[in-house]
């Protein structure tokens, strides 16, 4: 919270300075950016003993921006920001292949009479492909510095805001030639602080166009996903024929297991890369 308070103070110094410098009538911009999102950090950690383990692998970003100088030099900038990331699922069913299921479990023809199940493993986990979404809107500053031609130049933004994001809903079925088993994990959304600090370049085309190229990381306070629900359910002791991958196969009646985990606080971290186009209003 520190450092938030420092990063808002810092930019609205730089707009009350900028609030008495000289103003250029109708410069303002238009820009679409689209490139790749690699998370960073915890977003990125596949730890199990990391409760901020996000799962997460490259994926995609976009951003819409619009700016509008105030001198030369210094400029405002509003920018709505979307990404979306994977879940590394491979290391995830890795992972399950090794995990202790059913220390006790729920007799799932007469609940709820728990049983004791001892602990039990289960192997070749497949997850489905399942993504994280992000949704973000920033307000901040821009420097750019033109170069003697006034075609190229390079830009540096620093912006705030808030953000909206999605966890992945997971689905995954363990199948082995003795059992079957099913995993699911409900999603959540959250709300929270987001902020964004970019370099980058414009290459001016003509009077009213430009390309642009950015380099920027973007980040989030961690935001609280609540409520999310574990189910496990899997045959026991056998399937009846074989072959047959289905709950109602189970030799003996079919056990499951659910929790309803605390609020999971999750940062969102990523370097970002993106290329495009502009318009000069």
């Known amino acids: 919270m520190k450092r ?51 799962y997460a692998v490259p994926g995609i970003s976009a951003n819409f921006s619009f700016n509008h100088k105030l001198n030369k030099q210094f400029g405002l900038t509003a920018v709505f920001y979307g990404q979306q990331n994977g879940i590394n699922t491979k290391t995830l069913s890795n992972q399950l292949d090794k995990s202790y299921f059913f220390p006790q479990f729920v007799n799932a023809v007469d609940p709820p009479n728990f049983q004791p199940g001892g602990q039990k493993v289960y192997y070749n986990w497949d997850i489905e492909k399942k993504y994280w979404y992000l949704e973000s809107a920033m307000l901040g500053v821009t420097e750019e510095l033109s170069l003697n031609n006034n075609k ?45 600090v970019s370099t980058g370049m414009n290459y001016k085309l003509t009077d009213k ?15 609280n996903f609540k409520k999310i629900t574990q189910n496990i359910a899997s045959t026991y002791d056998g399937l009846v024929l ?30 970002n890369i993106s290329a495009g186009i502009g318009l000069i209003l």
């Open 209 to 223: 166009l430009y390309l642009t190229l950015d380099a920027f990381y973007f980040g989030t306070s961690r935001l």
């Open 4 to 54: 938030v308070l420092q990063l808002i103070t810092v930019i609205s110094f730089l707009m009350i300075r900028l609030s008495y410098a000289q103003t250029i009538p109708d410069k303002i911009t238009l820009s679409f950016s689209i490139g790749a999102s690699f998370p960073v950090g915890n977003f990125s950690s596949t730890d199990p003993s990391n409760n901020l383990s996000g």
């Open 242 to 271: 074989p072959g047959v991958f289905t709950l109602s196969n189970s030799y003996m009646p079919a056990i499951w297991e659910s929790t309803t985990t605390e609020p999971n606080k999750q940062p969102f971290g990523t370097l």
């Open 152 to 196: 190229l130049s390079f830009v540096a933004k620093a912006l705030i805001g808030a953000a909206y994001a999605q966890s992945p809903t997971l689905n995954g079925k363990s199948i082995t030639d003795t059992s079957y088993s099913v995993f699911y994990q409900s999603g959540a959304s959250a709300f929270g602080f987001s902020y964004l």
